[in-house]
């Protein structure tokens, strides 16, 4: 199976808000409802941001969202903060105990 | 606070086997989690490895299936990876982290990261 497809790039302005979309099958984000979301700062360990598609774990704030339609979901950022800048990482459960991640994108904040 | 921390050789030689430790602290890793390993090439995504259940089950990404192996230590809270026959392009960051007990593929905690290099 493949890696879920991402844009590589993503930016917008402070204040403004970006949409990030993931791609999959209908064997794996379109199956389940089990995509989630990380954050990862240059040198980091990602960080949980969204599961199930739209929770967010404790402490994230709700500029982060998620949805999904079909085979792809997609994560929205609002109200842009420079923090903010990062590779967003999606991820699917792919059936047979088997997990796929996304390719990354690097959002930009301009 | 759960903390992770990965360790083991920083330099694999090709056609070796690649072995890597996670201790987990400040919790048991006896618990309804299941514990993963994730790997990051230089500059380039996640790759889901396998995961590990206290009780000794563990599954496999099927791409690597036949190379790896996940063992846990449940007398020191650990848990450890195995990847054999390895070449240049298993040279990549490798997190290990630990699975929500609500969905195992919801990772909540992570270690730091472990660069590991396969060169002669």
């Known amino acids: 199976q493949s890696a879920l497809t991402q844009p590589p790039s993503a930016s917008g302005s402070p204040g403004q808000s970006v949409t990030i979309s993931c791609t999959g099958t209908?064997?794996?984000?379109?199956?389940?409802?089990?995509v989630s979301w990380y954050q990862q700062h240059p040198g980091r360990a990602p960080k949980l941001i969204l599961y199930?598609?739209?929770k967010r774990p404790s402490g994230v704030p709700g500029r982060f969202s998620g949805s999904k339609s079909g085979n792809t979901a997609s994560l929205a950022v609002s109200g842009l903060q420079a923090e903010d800048e990062a590779s967003y990482y999606c991820?699917?459960?792919?059936?047979?105990?088997?997990?796929?991640f996304g390719g990354g994108t690097l959002l930009t904040v301009l | 606070q759960v903390q992770l921390q990965e360790s083991g050789p920083g330099l694999v030689k090709p056609s070796g086997t690649l072995s890597l430790t996670c201790a987990v602290s400040?919790?048991?890793?006896?618990?309804?989690?299941?514990w993963s390993w994730v790997r990051q090439p230089p500059g380039k995504g996640l790759e889901w490895i396998g995961e590990?259940?206290?009780?000794?089950?563990?599954n496999y990404n099927p791409s690597l299936k036949s190379r790896v192996s996940i063992l846990v230590d449940k007398s020191k809270d650990q848990f450890s990876l195995k990847l054999s026959s390895v070449t240049a392009a298993d040279t990549a960051v490798y997190y290990c982290?630990?699975?929500?007990?609500?969905?195992?593929?919801?990772?909540?905690?992570w270690g730091q990261g472990f660069l590991v290099t396969v060169s002669s």
């Open positions: 982290a630990r699975g929500e007990v609500s969905n195992r593929y919801y990772f909540d905690y």
């Open positions: 400040g919790g048991s890793i006896s618990t309804s989690n299941w």
């Open positions: 590990i259940f206290h009780m000794g089950y563990s």
């Open positions: 209908s064997s794996d984000v379109g199956a389940y409802n089990y």
């Open positions: 199930e598609g739209n």
């Open positions: 991820s699917a459960y792919a059936g047979s105990s088997n997990l796929l």
